[in-house]
């Protein structure tokens, strides 16, 4: 007799933390080192950036022309890697931030422009191999050719990548109907400005881009020094000890 049913229970965690990867959970944007070292340079991509963050070109059109420079100089994207995993730093509060989301089930996503195969061998090399089973990243790819390499959108969007998308689909894993998580969002750059309307507190890496755009467009934040400061403003707020608005800056 087969009167077993089965029930899948989506259960809520409590709170869940989105963050950039480039620039948020490491302190060097991994794109931005590759443009600057490797490809056309620090002075043309600031060009470039200040017209995305303008808005005159989108984030796609612009962050294509930069990566597009390193393979045109040659640059294969093995070699890219090795520089990386010699340059790249990781948010000094990171790993213990991560690990305290881990024993207290709150699911962490990395929702990031940038390319995964770069994400991961970062994440496993910085944090370490078990943060590869409890970190989900969400983000970009790449296409490799022999030397030859492009970078593989996520989406059709003018952001190659829309973040706000990405944290909708993973948030349809949970059942929303009984209670909604606390939603945090980490992020440095032009590319987090599609997620910054998304979450309940906005952590903005301190002088970056994201504060002079939250700042225009009236979007309420907190900045952030390392990680160290997001935990502790984490652990406030899911504590009682701490409301929402007493971490907004404006
Ligand atoms: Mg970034």
């Given at each position: 007799m087969s009167g077993t049913t089965t029930t899948t229970t989506k259960t809520t965690p409590k709170a869940i933390l989105f963050t950039d990867w480039?620039?948020?959970?490491?302190?060097?944007?991994s794109n931005d080192y590759l443009t600057d070292h490797l490809g056309f340079g620090y002075d043309k991509r600031k060009v470039i950036n200040d017209a995305m963050l303008i808005e005159e070109r989108s984030f796609r059109d612009g962050f294509d022309e930069m990566l597009k420079s390193i393979p045109a100089n040659g640059v294969s994207f093995q070699k890219c890697i090795e520089e990386l995993l010699i340059h790249i730093q990781l948010d000094p509060g990171f790993k213990e931030t991560y690990e305290w989301c881990f024993q207290n089930d709150i699911p962490v996503y990395v929702i990031s422009s940038g390319m995964k195969p770069i994400i991961e061998v970062l994440l496993k090399n910085?944090?370490?191999?078990?943060?590869m089973k409890h970190i989900t990243i969400v983000s970009n790819d790449v296409e490799i050719n022999g030397d030859d390499w492009n970078i593989v959108y996520k989406d059709e969007t003018p952001f190659g990548h829309d973040k706000a998308i990405s944290i909708d689909e993973c948030l349809s894993n949970y059942d929303m109907t009984t209670s909604k998580p606390l939603l945090f969002y980490c992020g440095d750059g032009v590319s987090d400005l599609s997620a910054a309307k998304s979450c309940d507190l906005l952590f903005a890496r301190r002088g970056k881009d994201l504060v002079k755009f939250c700042s225009a467009q009236g979007i309420h934040y907190t900045q952030f020094d390392s990680f160290k400061d997001i935990l502790s403003d984490m652990k406030s707020i899911l504590s009682g000890e701490k409301k929402l608005e007493d971490c907004f800056e404006e």
């Amino acid at each position: 007799m087969s009167g077993t049913t089965t029930t899948t229970t989506k259960t809520t965690p409590k709170a869940i933390l989105f963050t950039d990867w480039d620039g948020t959970v490491t302190l060097q944007d991994s794109n931005d080192y590759l443009t600057d070292h490797l490809g056309f340079g620090y002075d043309k991509r600031k060009v470039i950036n200040d017209a995305m963050l303008i808005e005159e070109r989108s984030f796609r059109d612009g962050f294509d022309e930069m990566l597009k420079s390193i393979p045109a100089n040659g640059v294969s994207f093995q070699k890219c890697i090795e520089e990386l995993l010699i340059h790249i730093q990781l948010d000094p509060g990171f790993k213990e931030t991560y690990e305290w989301c881990f024993q207290n089930d709150i699911p962490v996503y990395v929702i990031s422009s940038g390319m995964k195969p770069i994400i991961e061998v970062l994440l496993k090399n910085l944090v370490g191999e078990e943060a590869m089973k409890h970190i989900t990243i969400v983000s970009n790819d790449v296409e490799i050719n022999g030397d030859d390499w492009n970078i593989v959108y996520k989406d059709e969007t003018p952001f190659g990548h829309d973040k706000a998308i990405s944290i909708d689909e993973c948030l349809s894993n949970y059942d929303m109907t009984t209670s909604k998580p606390l939603l945090f969002y980490c992020g440095d750059g032009v590319s987090d400005l599609s997620a910054a309307k998304s979450c309940d507190l906005l952590f903005a890496r301190r002088g970056k881009d994201l504060v002079k755009f939250c700042s225009a467009q009236g979007i309420h934040y907190t900045q952030f020094d390392s990680f160290k400061d997001i935990l502790s403003d984490m652990k406030s707020i899911l504590s009682g000890e701490k409301k929402l608005e007493d971490c907004f800056e404006e």
